[in-house]
């Protein structure tokens, strides 16, 4: 008869052995612990190639023609740091959103844009007096921001409103107007000369980033549709370039003070 006993002692023995083995292997494993490396720029005379150089001069020279060909005059320097509630190049920027967003969302959706309302960080640079480029329009608006649409009760133009008297910093805004008590509190709301009706449905044009409530302004995520036109901003900017000579000093008056 087997001793079934002493066999099972066999067995424990012979796995505790080759679990020993197993540990014992791996510690004598190497692991990586630490990483260097060292940056080599590219753009440094000695550390280019030739044939590299060789191969994206042309394309280099394509982009750069494109990029410094002019487009229009603009007659004198537009900076958004010139005014406290509105700067000429903010104007500019939300009139030529407004304008040039229309032609978009009126062919896809049979629909006009009634606000424009960007942001004044969203300005990188300012807009230069002399000729201006395609160059310039990345230096405006350096980010892969596109125009969106989003539909908004009156209610929330009121909060947009509020949100803009509280922020005190002058964000590029067209198609509204009002006024600012002694109160410090809004008045003579007008979208597009009319007073704003609480349950009406105005179309208000931003970026991708405010329009998910970036840098505080919520009440576009009260929305209660969203239209993505798919338009970089920086493209309308190049577009409108393209199409005036002359860049237009605009300096209308759209946020009264008492």
Known sequence: M???KKYND???LFVIFLTFLFVASCSKQNYVTKIEGKRIPITEKENQVPAIENFIKPYREHINKD???VLAYCPETLDKS???WQTTIGNLMADVTLMRGNLVFQAREKKKIDICLLNSGGIRSILPKGNVTARTAFEIMPFENSLVVIALKGEQIFEMVDFFIAEKKPHPLSGVTFTIDKNNVAKNILVQGKPVQKETIYYVGTNDYLSNGGDNMNFF????QKF???YKL???LIDYFKEVDT???IKDVRITVE
């Open 2 to 4: 087997v001793n079934l």
């Open 10 to 12: 066999v067995s424990k």
């Open 67 to 69: 990029l410094d060909s």
């Open 82 to 84: 010139t005014g406290k």
């Open 221 to 224: 995520k009260k929305g209660v």
């Open 228 to 230: 993505d036109l798919e």
């Open 234 to 236: 920086r493209n309308i």
């Open 247 to 249: 860049i237009p000093v």
